[in-house]
């Protein structure tokens, strides 16, 4: 009888257990879906995060060309843009290139500048930079409207000459690289920066 009531309590153990594993409880069912709700945020932020890089990679990609183009100088990479446009146009088109206007912050950067430019369109004499006070006339920004505190105006032509119609900023390759403040609406060829990451 000994013999017989183990055999008989393992079939009775394992169709419990089928039956349990067959049928699940509420509580399981429950944990299930919570489980299943989890995976599915799981993966749905994994592939938010291979999107975000994808897109860095594009974002590097394309800087790679641009330093390829121009130059790479301070952690920043130029292009100079041979096709004449006003200040803000030549500024909407840095930006929509993933970049801004070019601003020098010493004479190191803007001597590289001034020679990058010279190199890359000979014959050419003025480029808009990244610097104006049109906002208030005198203070000089940069194009995110951060105080500027390098300037390499030209001097002997008495730049800049303070006028309220002269507001964005020339870097003169005819000059040596010196500055003078011109009507926005101006044509003029320009540098584009783009931070490298």
Request: charged fraction near 25%.
């Amino acid at each position: 009888m000994a013999r017989l009531a183990l055999p008989i309590f393992l079939v009775l153990c394992l169709s419990s257990l089928h039956y349990s594993s067959g049928r699940p409880s509420r509580t399981r069912k429950a944990v299930s879906a919570r489980q299943t709700a989890a995976h599915e945020d799981d993966v749905k932020s994994q592939l938010d995060k291979l999107w975000q890089e994808v897109n860095s990679l594009k974002e590097i990609q394309a800087l790679q060309t641009v330093c390829l183009r121009g130059i790479k100088a301070h952690r920043k990479c130029y292009l100079t843009i041979e096709e004449p446009k006003h200040y803000h146009e030549a500024n909407e088109d840095c930006i929509a290139q993933g970049g801004t206007l070019a601003t020098p912050r010493d004479l190191i950067e803007n001597n590289e500048l001034r020679d990058y430019a010279k190199r890359s369109a000979p014959g050419s004499k003025d480029f808009w930079i990244g610097v104006a006070d049109i906002v208030k006339e005198g203070q000089y920004v940069d194009v995110n409207s951060m105080p500027i505190s390098f300037f390499n105006w030209d001097r002997s032509k008495k730049q800049p000459t303070g006028t309220k119609r002269e507001s964005c900023v020339v870097l003169s390759v005819a000059a040596q690289g010196k500055w003078y403040d011109e009507v926005c609406r101006s044509q003029k060829k320009y540098i584009c920066e783009y931070l490298i990451p």
